[in-house]
Structure formats: structure tokens, C-alpha cells
């Protein structure tokens, strides 16, 4: 009777979880609108957004076809995901940037056997390649969210002159770990023009392609910069600033994590320890009006289902006996 109990209590528990998390109140990634010009400084806030890689191609079939859908996925998470893509350095992909490269070579320490496109990997977890495996992509998204209960808080400005952008780290609260951390700031573009002379399945564009990475191991003024127009700090936790000139849509993600020696020595530290991102591009946010009481009253549905299912076989045994 004590395990039935504890049993029922489990599961009403975990019910709770989940309703809790859904009924939080989505808010969406900071984005400025590309067609309202901005100058000065915006100040980003954040850190409990997932982090979902993608590996794509421009010469990808299948890449092609999701590509246009995924930044809606994205818009319509919220700021709880940001969808960066990675195009490897292949001899044929027509943009083939080596900060992407960068970021390829730190998800082959987690899965050596990396390599086909589409890939996505949520939170360095499991490879799910092909377009087909999206749904585990948001199964993955899911167990992320009820999972993910403490994060680092991130934050940063950025400040525009013209085509010329800084960004600067600012206030922070950084989880406490056993092992060294660093903070990254990535860059992706957006509707990236395809140039003629390479295969091109898809449209004329590509979306949240990753062009520029910069890092800064936590206590220290230590920088890596692969893309950007500058990266410098004093202290990284202080006042770690990348410097990039753009004349299109882009987004600016800052990332707290484990270092690459870190990585190495314990695999267990790939999950990130927070993410937030700024966006200056187009934006469709879709309508978050009656999805929330829909997931809750099919989750209260399958609740109730359960409890009459164990009701039933309970009385079963009863008369068996």
C-alpha cells in the first residue's frame, strides 16, 4: 500500500511539474525590428534559453526544406529556444565559415560519430539527424525545460552606430561549478544570400547561419576570436566586448559554459549553463491566445484517464482476491 501511495504521489508531483511549466508565461527573445532603425544601446536580459544546434548544408536536400520553418519554431518557443546553425567545412557548402567549424569540433567531443545533415542537437544531448527527427527535437526541447530549474543570469548591451555594433557583457550572476567556465558570444545572419556556383536545393537565402565566435574563460582576461571585428576584456566576467560591423539581419547570442579542457576531462559538463540571445531581424511572434489552456486541459484529460485506469485495475485485484 506504501509503494501504491508513494507511486500515486510521484506522479501527481511530476504532474504538477509540468503544468507549472506550461503555465509560466512565455515571453518572447528580445528582438528589434529590422525595418525600425535603431542607434544607442539596448540592454539583453536572460539565461534560462536552450540551446539547439543545428549541422545543415546549402547543398542539403532536406536541409533546404526545413530551413525556411525553423526560425518560426523558434519565434513561436519564445525566448526558450534559439536555433543556431552550423555549415561545415565541407569544399562545397557555399558559406563554410570556420567559426562554425569551431563549434563542429566541440560537438564531435560529445558524439565522435557526428557528420550527416540535418543534425540537431538539443543541449548537447542526443544526435537527432534527418528532417524527420524533429519531434524528437521537441521531446528533447521538453525534457529540457522541465529539467533545466537553475541557470546562470546573462546579460549584455548592445549598442549601434551606424553598421558598426559592440557588445558587452554587464551584469551577471554565474552558477558556481566545479570546472572551468567561459563566456561565448556567437554570431549568426540572417537570409544569407546562396552564391552562384554552388548546389543550391532551396531558396535564394539561408537563415540564423553562424559566422563569428568569440570566448572568455571565467577569471581571467583570456580571449578567442574567430570572426569578429575585435574581442577584448579586462576581466571576462566584467567587461568581455565584441566588436562586429554588419549591414543586415543578425542575432547575437551570449553563451556561459565549460571550456574545451574542461569538455575533455568530463564529457558530463557539454549542457550549457545559460543562454540569451538579441535579434535584429524580421519577426511573425505567434499568438500565444488559448494554447496554454488547450495543453493544460489534454494533460488534465490524460490525468484523469490514468487515475480511472488504476481505479479499475485496483478493483480488479480486489475481486480477484
Request: glycine share 6%; hydrophobic share 40%; proline share 4%.
Amino acid at each position: 500500500m506504501s509503494s501504491k501511495l508513494a507511486h500515486h504521489s510521484t506522479m501527481c508531483h511530476t504532474f504538477l511539474v509540468v503544468i507549472i511549466i506550461l503555465l509560466l508565461p512565455l515571453s518572447h527573445a528580445e528582438v528589434r525590428d529590422y525595418s525600425e532603425d535603431w542607434q544607442g544601446d539596448i540592454l539583453i536580459e536572460g539565461g534560462r534559453t536552450i540551446l539547439v544546434e543545428e549541422i545543415s548544408a546549402t547543398w542539403c536536400v532536406s536541409c533546404a526544406d526545413i530551413d525556411p520553418y525553423l526560425q518560426q519554431v523558434a519565434d513561436a518557443h519564445g525566448s526558450r529556444i534559439t536555433i543556431v546553425t552550423y555549415h561545415p567545412t565541407d569544399g562545397e557548402d557555399a558559406f563554410q565559415p570556420e567559426a562554425a567549424m569551431q563549434r563542429i569540433e566541440r560537438m564531435r567531443m560529445v558524439n565522435p560519430q557526428l557528420g550527416g545533415t540535418p543534425t540537431f542537437v538539443v543541449e548537447s544531448g542526443l544526435l537527432r539527424e534527418g528532417p524527420d527527427s524533429w519531434p524528437d527535437v521537441q521531446k528533447d526541447i521538453l525534457k529540457e525545460e522541465t529539467n533545466r530549474q537553475h541557470t546562470s543570469y546573462l546579460s549584455f548591451t548592445v549598442n549601434k552606430m551606424g553598421n558598426n555594433y559592440t557588445a558587452t557583457v554587464a551584469n551577471l550572476s554565474l552558477i558556481d561549478v566545479d570546472y572551468d567556465t567561459q563566456l561565448t558570444f556567437m554570431l549568426m545572419t540572417h537570409d544569407v544570400p546562396v552564391p552562384e556556383g554552388y548546389i543550391n536545393p532551396g531558396e535564394a537565402t539561408r537563415d540564423r547561419v553562424v559566422i563569428a565566435t568569440a570566448s572568455c574563460k571565467i577569471g581571467t582576461n583570456v580571449t578567442n576570436n574567430t570572426g569578429f571585428y575585435g574581442a577584448n576584456a579586462e576581466n571576462c566576467s566584467d567587461n568581455f566586448t565584441v566588436d562586429f560591423t554588419h549591414d543586415g539581419k543578425f542575432s547575437i547570442i551570449l553563451i556561459h559554459e565549460a571550456t574545451e579542457s574542461s569538455l575533455s576531462e568530463n564529457l558530463n559538463t557539454a549542457a550549457t549553463l545559460g543562454v540569451v540571445e538579441f535579434a535584429f531581424r524580421d519577426i511573425e511572434l505567434q499568438s500565444d491566445v488559448n494554447i496554454l489552456p488547450m495543453v493544460f486541459f489534454s494533460i488534465l484529460s490524460i490525468s484523469i484517464i490514468w487515475v480511472i485506469y488504476e481505479r479499475f485495475h485496483a478493483e480488479k485485484s480486489r475481486k480477484a482476491s
